[in-house]
Structures are given as structure tokens and as C-alpha cells.
């Protein structure tokens, strides 16, 4: 009885795309940890905020570095692990939360990757000013692209998941 109220598959599921909304809004708001409103008063006020923008910009940039040098490439071993593992369980024994899982997880990879390069680019010196605004921004801007694109990907093959199983049943 239960099951026949909620459906459990991931694509006709509203708790999956809510979580989906929830994970790129998120992303999108914290650059690099950093609160993307933080960016836009630094942007006009200037002065104390300003200041603190650079601040909390450098601990994370620093933080986020760290990571990557010193355990990047064991995470990176065990992230493409996982990604293989769910393209295997997904697209071929057909494992519905195994598809949305990856189609969650993957452009959040590429997100991460591009933070990573986002701190890179901070730390060899656009860590102030106007040039730290720009290259948040910019960061922000690809960060929304990517998720407009995956959001989009996800819901073409949601919908094509939802057809298909209600048309042929499997």
C-alpha cells in the first residue's frame, strides 16, 4: 500500500529534484566557500568588506589547495572509481538511482575540478580587489552553466526514463 502512494525511482521521485535544485543552488551560491553575496558587497561597499571577502577568499583558496596537493590525487583515484561504478550499475544493468546519482555527481566533479583551478588561478595572484571579484564571478557564471546543462541533461533523460518505463513497463 505504501508503495503504491510513493513512488521509489529516482526520475518520478519529487525528492530527487528537489535535492537536484537544492545541489546547484548551493553550488552556485558558494563560490569556492565563499558566499557569493559577500562578492557583490565587497563589490559595493568596498573597505571592511572588501577586506573580508579577501580574507575568508584566501583561507578557503588555501584550505582547498591543501586538499588537492596533498590527498588530490588518492580522491581523484576513488572519485573516478565511484563515477565508474555508477555508469556501470546505471546505463548498463539499468539501475535507475545509479543514473541519477551519476547525473547528480559528475557535473559536481567537474564543478570541483574547476575550483581547484579557480584556486589556482587566486593564489598566483588575482587575490584582491577587482581582480579577485572578476575571477569569483567568473567562476560563479561557469558554475551556473554547468548546472543549467546538467539540470537540463537530467530532466531530458528523466523524462525519457518516465516514458519508457510507462510505456514498455521496464
Not at 576513488?78 to 550499475?89: I, P, Q
Not at 566533479?109 to 579577485?132: C, H, Y
Amino acid at each position: 500500500m505504501v508503495f503504491q502512494l510513493i513512488d521509489l525511482r529516482s526520475f518520478s521521485n519529487l525528492w530527487f529534484w528537489i535535492a537536484l535544485a537544492v545541489a546547484w543552488s548551493s553550488t552556485s551560491h558558494w563560490v569556492l566557500g565563499v558566499p557569493y553575496d559577500m562578492v557583490l558587497r565587497a563589490k559595493r561597499q568596498g573597505g571592511q568588506a572588501l577586506t573580508d571577502l579577501e580574507d575568508i577568499t584566501r583561507i578557503n583558496v588555501n584550505r582547498i589547495l591543501y586538499i588537492a596537493r596533498t590527498s588530490g590525487i588518492w580522491l581523484m583515484a576513488f572519485l573516478f572509481f565511484v563515477l565508474t561504478t555508477l555508469v556501470v550499475l546505471g546505463f548498463y544493468y539499468r539501475v535507475e538511482f545509479a543514473q541519477a546519482v551519476f547525473l547528480l555527481g559528475a557535473p559536481l566533479s567537474g564543478v570541483g575540478a574547476l575550483s581547484i583551478r579557480t584556486a589556482r588561478f587566486i593564489e598566483a595572484g588575482e587575490d584582491s580587489g577587482e581582480k579577485l571579484q572578476h575571477r569569483l564571478h567568473i567562476h560563479r557564471m561557469t558554475t551556473q552553466f554547468i548546472g543549467i546543462l546538467a539540470i537540463f541533461v537530467t530532466a531530458m533523460w528523466g523524462m525519457y526514463q518516465n516514458i519508457n518505463m510507462s510505456m514498455f513497463g521496464h
